[in-house]
C-alpha cells in the first residue's frame, strides 16, 4: 500500500472505508515486515460462536412441539436440506424466542466444553482424517461460555468462546453440535470422551450462522519483529474501540436477525430430532 506523504494510515483506512458498503470495514492500519503473513504470524486464534438458548430446550419439549405443529408426521419426507418451509420455520421461533436458558443448563453447557480443552485428536470433529493422523491433533487453551445477549426481537443468544492454534475443517461447529446436544440431554457427557477417543464417530455440524473470527493474536510477532508497531487490538485503544463497536452493531446483529429470516437453528433441531441418527452416539460405548 503507497500511503501519500501527507496522508496518515487513519486518513488512509478513512478514505478507503468511505467506499465500502457498511457491513465491510477496515479497522486498522499497521505497518509490518514485507513477508508478514496473517495466518501464519499469529500464535493463536480466537473464535466466537452463539446460538439461540432455545437450542438447550429438553429434547422432549422440543419433540412436543414439533408433535404440535404437524411436522413430525413422515419427517423422511421432507427434504433435508431445507426441511421447514420459511412460515414452519417462523411458528417454531415464535414459540421458543422467549425461553431462557435455565443455570443447569448453562453450567452443563460449562463442564461440557472445557472438556475440550487440552490436546486432542478432532479425527471425528472434521472429515477424512482418522486418528492415527498426527494433523487431527489440536491444542484447545480455552472454551468459555460468555453472558447472555438478547437480541431486539426478544430471543436470548448465547456466545462461547474458544482458543486454540489453530483449527480444523468444521471442527468448531461440530464441537459445539456435540456439546449442545449434552448440555440439552441428548447424549451422554461420556459421549464427549468417546468422541475424543480414536474410535470413529459420526457427528453433525451445527449451522454456520454462529460462527465467526473474534481475534488473532501476534503476542510473540510482535516481540521478536514490530516491537514498535504492535499487532494488538485487545488492550484498550481506538481501534479496539471499531473492533468491538463494528462487532457488536455488524456482526453478532447480522447473526441475530438471520435466525428471524432463515430460522437455520430451528431446521437444525429438527435434523437432530427427526434424522441425525442419536444411536451413533451410543453406538461408540458398545
Given at each position: 500500500?503507497?500511503?501519500?506523504?501527507?496522508?496518515?494510515?487513519?486518513?488512509?483506512?478513512?478514505?478507503?472505508?468511505?467506499?465500502?458498503?457498511?457491513?465491510?470495514?477496515?479497522?486498522?492500519?499497521v505497518?509490518?515486515?514485507?513477508?508478514?503473513?496473517?495466518?501464519?504470524?499469529?500464535?493463536?486464534?480466537?473464535y466466537?460462536?452463539?446460538?439461540?438458548?432455545?437450542?438447550?430446550?429438553?429434547?422432549?419439549?422440543?419433540q412436543?412441539?414439533?408433535?404440535q405443529?404437524?411436522?413430525?408426521?413422515?419427517?423422511?419426507d421432507?427434504?433435508?436440506?431445507?426441511?421447514?418451509?420459511q412460515?414452519?420455520?417462523?411458528?417454531?421461533?415464535?414459540?421458543?424466542?422467549?425461553?431462557?436458558?435455565?443455570?443447569?443448563?448453562?453450567?452443563?453447557?460449562?463442564?461440557?466444553?472445557?472438556a475440550?480443552k487440552?490436546?486432542?485428536?478432532?479425527?471425528?470433529?472434521?472429515?477424512?482424517?482418522t486418528?492415527?493422523?498426527?494433523?487431527s491433533?489440536?491444542?484447545?487453551?480455552?472454551?468459555?461460555?460468555?453472558?447472555?445477549?438478547?437480541?431486539?426481537?426478544?430471543?436470548?443468544w448465547?456466545?462461547?468462546?474458544?482458543?486454540?492454534?489453530?483449527?480444523?475443517?468444521?471442527?468448531?461447529?461440530k464441537?459445539?453440535?456435540?456439546?449442545?446436544?449434552?448440555?440439552?440431554?441428548?447424549?451422554?457427557?461420556?459421549?464427549?470422551?468417546?468422541?475424543?477417543?480414536?474410535?470413529?464417530?459420526?457427528?453433525?455440524?451445527?449451522?454456520?450462522?454462529?460462527?465467526?473470527?473474534?481475534?488473532?493474536?501476534?503476542?510473540?510477532?510482535?516481540?521478536?519483529?514490530?516491537?514498535?508497531l504492535?499487532?494488538?487490538?485487545?488492550?484498550?485503544?481506538?481501534?479496539?474501540?471499531?473492533?468491538?463497536e463494528?462487532k457488536?452493531?455488524?456482526?453478532?446483529?447480522?447473526?441475530?436477525?438471520?435466525?428471524?429470516?432463515?430460522?437455520?437453528?430451528?431446521?437444525?433441531?429438527f435434523?437432530?430430532?427427526?434424522?441425525?441418527?442419536k444411536?451413533?452416539?451410543n453406538?461408540?460405548?458398545?
Amino acid at each position: 500500500l503507497a500511503v501519500p506523504p501527507d496522508n496518515t494510515l487513519d486518513m488512509i483506512r478513512e478514505n478507503v472505508n468511505s467506499h465500502l458498503p457498511d457491513d465491510i470495514a477496515i479497522l486498522d492500519i499497521v505497518r509490518t515486515t514485507r513477508s508478514f503473513n496473517a495466518k501464519n504470524a499469529r500464535e493463536k486464534v480466537r473464535y466466537q460462536y452463539m446460538f439461540p438458548s432455545f437450542m438447550l430446550k429438553e429434547p422432549e419439549s422440543i419433540q412436543q412441539l414439533f408433535q404440535q405443529q404437524g411436522l413430525a408426521d413422515n419427517p423422511q419426507d421432507r427434504d433435508f436440506r431445507d426441511p421447514l418451509t420459511q412460515e414452519e420455520a417462523n411458528t417454531l421461533i415464535s414459540s421458543l424466542k422467549d425461553y431462557r436458558a435455565h443455570p443447569e443448563n448453562m453450567n452443563r453447557l460449562r463442564e461440557v466444553l472445557s472438556a475440550y480443552k487440552g490436546t486432542h485428536s478432532f479425527h471425528n470433529f472434521t472429515s477424512g482424517k482418522t486418528s492415527d493422523d498426527a494433523s487431527s491433533a489440536r491444542y484447545i487453551m480455552s472454551f468459555e461460555v460468555l453472558d447472555p445477549l438478547v437480541s431486539a426481537d426478544g430471543m436470548e443468544w448465547i456466545p462461547t468462546q474458544v482458543v486454540g492454534q489453530s483449527f480444523l475443517l468444521h471442527q468448531i461447529r461440530k464441537m459445539m453440535s456435540l456439546a449442545i446436544d449434552v448440555a440439552r440431554g441428548s447424549a451422554e457427557l461420556s459421549t464427549m470422551t468417546e468422541a475424543l477417543s480414536p474410535k470413529p464417530m459420526r457427528l453433525s455440524i451445527a449451522p454456520a450462522q454462529g460462527l465467526f473470527l473474534d481475534m488473532s493474536f501476534f503476542a510473540q510477532y510482535n516481540r521478536r519483529v514490530n516491537k514498535e508497531l504492535q499487532l494488538d487490538w485487545v488492550t484498550e485503544s481506538p481501534a479496539h474501540k471499531r473492533w468491538k463497536e463494528f462487532k457488536s452493531t455488524m456482526v453478532v446483529k447480522h447473526i441475530m436477525q438471520e435466525e428471524s429470516r432463515l430460522g437455520n437453528f430451528v431446521k437444525y433441531l429438527f435434523m437432530q430430532e427427526y434424522v441425525f441418527d442419536k444411536e451413533q452416539y451410543n453406538k461408540s460405548q458398545k
